[in-house]
């Protein structure tokens, strides 16, 4: 998937944050160990060091979400990172992102932790970041 293609499926997906540049994306996918799995309606961009995986990013376009592309987006890229050698993943989400809280729920994530004030919003204020983390070690 092409970095503009990511930037703009995450512009339309990140109404309440500042979206990623394709000059942002074309940057981390240039890094070793950053990788992307999804199509060309949903993508995960993750990266591998060692054992352990990170979500860096995850985005849907408006018109599919709701029909599971998001869930099936986070099997994949938790099957290559499996393949990459990963056995723990981590992510952060905002506070207020209570589908994506869902979503991470529901494929195994558990709270680590906060980051307060991590998100800030286009009216000037903040949200905390939830910290996730699952095993990938059993499937």
């Not at 990963?86 to 506070?95: C, I, P």
Request: proline share 4%.
């Amino acid at each position: 998937m092409a970095p503009a293609d990511m930037a703009e499926i995450h512009k339309a997906a990140f109404a309440q944050a500042r979206p990623w540049s394709a000059e942002e994306f074309a940057s981390l996918l240039d890094q070793q160990f950053c990788h992307v799995a999804g199509d060309a309606d949903c993508f995960a961009l993750f990266r591998v060091i060692a054992d352990e995986a990170e979500l860096l990013t995850i985005a849907t376009r408006p018109k599919s979400q709701r029909q599971g592309r998001a869930r099936a987006c986070m099997l994949l890229w938790h099957d290559r990172a499996r393949a990459l050698g990963a056995t723990q993943a981590f992510l952060d989400v905002a506070a207020d992102n209570h589908p994506a809280l869902a979503l991470y729920s529901a494929c195994g994530y558990v709270r680590s932790g906060t980051r307060t004030g991590y998100y800030p919003r286009p009216d000037g204020t903040t949200c905390d970041a939830i910290l996730m983390s699952r095993d990938l070690s059993q499937g």
